[in-house]
């Protein structure tokens, strides 16, 4: 499976931006489709995650401004951003899993960076 991120871009404080991951194949078997981030000089961290039976998962600091969800008819995985602050600043890359532990993570996109001005 590839997977390419899109939607990063720059934008200011208190703004929004709607990530896409879109899957080479059927992401109907993965068990969490996952969106990590890294920040430079940090470790890649957590996200969201929405397993396929659609239970979702997030980092209790994003939680109410982060919303994950997946589209598989179009193999496509989203991450809608409210309220972006600059500490969201990081390359934002999107991953298929068999859990939401890191070390599960089979492949990766190249990440999409999203840069929040203030």
């Known amino acids: 499976v590839q997977l390419v991120e899109s939607g990063g871009e720059m934008v200011q404080a208190g703004g929004s931006l709607r990530l896409s991951c879109t899957a080479s194949g059927s992401i109907v078997r993965i068990m969490y489709m996952t969106w990590y981030r890294q920040a430079p000089g940090k470790e890649r961290e957590l996200v969201a995650a929405?397993?396929?039976?659609?239970?979702?998962y997030y980092a209790d600091s994003l939680k109410g401004r982060f919303t994950i969800s997946r589209d598989n008819a179009k193999n496509t995985l989203y991450l809608q951003m409210n309220s972006l602050k600059p500490e969201d600043t990081a390359k934002y890359y999107c991953?298929?899993?068999?859990?939401?532990?890191?070390?599960?993570?089979?492949?990766w996109g190249q990440g999409t960076q999203v840069t929040v001005s203030s």
């Open positions: 929405t397993s396929n039976g659609l239970t979702t």
């Open positions: 991953a298929a899993c068999r859990s939401i532990r890191k070390e599960t993570c089979d492949y």
